[in-house]
């Protein structure tokens, strides 16, 4: 079946400017996350939401970054006013169970550049 | 906080030969996973092998194993017979047993494994 896909592949930003990245998860899977990747550093969560049929839980949204989850597999990480730092490839992860531990399948990324 | 250690920016190996790949990481929590994930160029991170802290055991998966040193805090791969498909970004990633899954990556080492 399909895993996960992100678009656009590559997005470049002028200083300044918002962003959404887009995140197509697996069918059925009920949380996501996002994941900033920076050349040399580790990686760290951004963002996640968990859903179920009542509610949605969306976790450490802070400052200019925050996810829309406009559909049960669709997630949209918009930052807001742009700096060059935040240059890096943005992931996408999901997986099939809020608890516990369940593997996180990721999507391929779109790298950011900010000029 | 939890931090995770990759000292080995890049590493390359014969093909049919022996690497190990090193990770440390810095946690106050008893209980956790640990995972290794392959990133070919341009492609998606892949679970390559996962441990879970409670089980002494090392973790194998064919040509793949580690080596799980809880009081060290430290957790090796070692890939056999290294094959030119293993050419990839290596990441350790630490995971909370309880709380949000979100995981914490290492900056990673790049494998080549040569002809």
């Known amino acids: 079946g399909a895993g996960v896909s992100q678009s656009p592949r590559y997005k470049v930003a002028k200083r300044g400017r918002d962003v959404a990245l887009r995140c197509d998860s697996i069918?059925?899977?009920?949380?996501l996350y996002w994941y900033r990747q920076t050349l040399g550093q580790g990686s760290e969560v951004l963002t996640y939401s968990q859903s179920d049929a009542q509610r949605d839980k969306s976790g450490r949204p802070s400052g200019r970054f925050s996810a829309e989850r406009p559909e049960r597999s669709v997630s949209t990480l918009k930052i807001q006013r742009t700096e060059q730092g935040d240059s890096a490839v943005y992931l996408c992860a999901s997986s099939s169970g809020p608890v516990s531990y369940n593997e996180q399948f990721f999507g391929p990324g779109t790298r950011l550049t900010v000029l | 906080a939890q931090t995770v250690t990759q000292s080995q920016p890049e590493m390359s190996v014969q093909e049919a030969e022996t690497v190990t790949l090193s990770c440390t990481y810095d946690t106050s929590e008893n209980n956790y996973y640990l995972f290794w994930y392959k990133q070919p160029p341009s492609r998606q991170m892949i679970l390559v092998i996962r441990q879970e802290a409670y089980k002494q055991q090392n973790a194998t998966e064919n040509r793949f194993s580690v080596n799980f040193q809880k009081a060290a805090k430290s957790f090796s791969l070692k890939i056999s017979d290294s094959q030119l498909g293993d050419t990839a970004m290596y990441f350790c990633a630490f995971m909370k047993h309880r709380g949000p899954n979100d995981m914490r990556f290492g900056a990673g080492t790049r494998l080549t494994v040569k002809p």
């Open positions: 069918s059925g899977h009920v949380t």
